[in-house]
């Protein structure tokens, strides 16, 4: 190396640290509540304690997260709207309670949309997953990045469900929006639109019979105690969106604003990772808390899919060009 060639590169490393020593000056010391409805232990809590860690590191430590798992600061439905004034920073949830916001996304609760977790990472990460968040920023929310819950599967107290017919007449929890609760009817069972934090109560006193979610909430939520059997369907997909009160986000620096969407991304991966390595394992310790587990034979499955197929037809009338993107993307990973 020449002495000219010397002097360029601690020229450069000196732009490069005088750079980051006045992004670290622009940074203020701030503090962000972070809800989300799952408790401690979780793969989503996990997730949000990672993503927290490394917001902090970024940041010299003049970011920190405050996280409130468990549902604590109300339900998804109460925390968007405290999102949206400001009181809540940051918030987890499952993206279709967004349809409440921007209609579309409805189209992440249809059933049976993803074949396995792949699809969805590709079509999330991808256009039209950024085209989604960017939608809310109308609605005074701003879209960070996208985690997972897993798949959903089917429990209750009733009886065991070995074929489609056994469903009918069971009294189950639908998470509060129009496609979940016409499913559930399309299958004749009874739906109950219920917040989260209601539900292990609700199971418990046998105000429902049963309710559907990811085995890892499942476990983490001690449903074992409350519900007997557990039936692997599979039936849907749910992403998670990590999103950001915009009322806050526009009051801050460009500085805060690249740590915060870069620790979003990183956690996010690490987030999937966590869910999935946890996932074989999850169903034994459901079997060992007492659960009769069993899947639906493959002709039973095609049923089920088949009585769905009619909802999905009725919610995509609305949001048809979102629904042809989704199956466009889908069509060319499947190739």
Do not use: C
């Not at 490393?13 to 980051?20: I, V």
């Not at 429990?155 to 929890?173: F, H, Q, W």
């Not at 449903?223 to 849907?236: D, G, I, S």
């Not at 587990?293 to 999905?312: C, S």
């Amino acid at each position: 190396m020449n002495l000219f060639t010397r002097r360029a590169a601690v020229l450069a490393l000196s732009l490069m640290a005088a750079s980051f020593a006045t992004q670290a000056q622009d940074i203020k010391e701030r503090a962000f509540k972070l809800a989300l409805q799952n408790p401690k232990g979780h793969p989503l809590a996990t997730g949000a304690e990672k993503f927290a860690e490394i917001v902090a590191a970024k940041s010299g430590g003049k970011l920190k997260v405050n996280l409130f798992p468990g549902g604590t600061l109300g339900s998804d439905a109460a925390s968007v709207s405290a999102l949206q004034g400001g009181t809540i920073e940051i918030v987890v949830l499952n993206s279709g309670i967004l349809a409440s916001q921007v209609k579309d996304f409805e189209v992440y609760d249809f059933p049976f949309m993803f074949a396995n977790a792949q699809e969805a990472d590709a079509v999330v990460d991808g256009p039209l997953g950024q085209k989604l968040h960017a939608k809310l920023a109308d609605k005074g929310i701003v879209g960070l990045a996208y985690w997972e819950l897993g798949f959903r599967s089917l429990t209750n107290s009733k009886r065991p469900v070995a074929k489609v017919e056994d469903i009918a007449g069971l009294k189950l929890r639908v998470i509060p929006n129009a496609i979940n609760i016409d499913w559930v009817k399309a299958l004749d069972a009874n739906p109950t639109p219920l917040a989260f934090p209601e539900l292990y109560a609700a199971l418990e006193q046998k105000a429902v019979d049963g309710q559907e979610n990811p085995v890892s909430v499942i476990l983490a939520n001690k449903f074992a105690e409350v519900q007997k059997y557990l039936t692997l369907t599979n039936h849907q997909y749910n992403p998670q969106s990590m999103i950001f009160s915009k009322k806050v986000w526009d009051t801050l620096g460009a500085p805060e604003k690249k740590i915060l969407q870069d620790a979003a991304v990183e956690a996010s991966r690490f987030q999937r990772q966590t869910s999935r390595d946890a996932a074989a394992g999850t169903i034994d310790q459901l079997k060992k808390a007492g659960m009769q587990v069993n899947e639906l034979p493959a002709a039973e499955m095609t049923k089920l899919r088949d009585k769905m197929k009619p909802v999905i037809d009725k919610h995509g009338a609305a949001i048809a060009a979102t629904v042809a993107e989704l199956q466009g993307e889908l069509a060319k990973l499947r190739k």
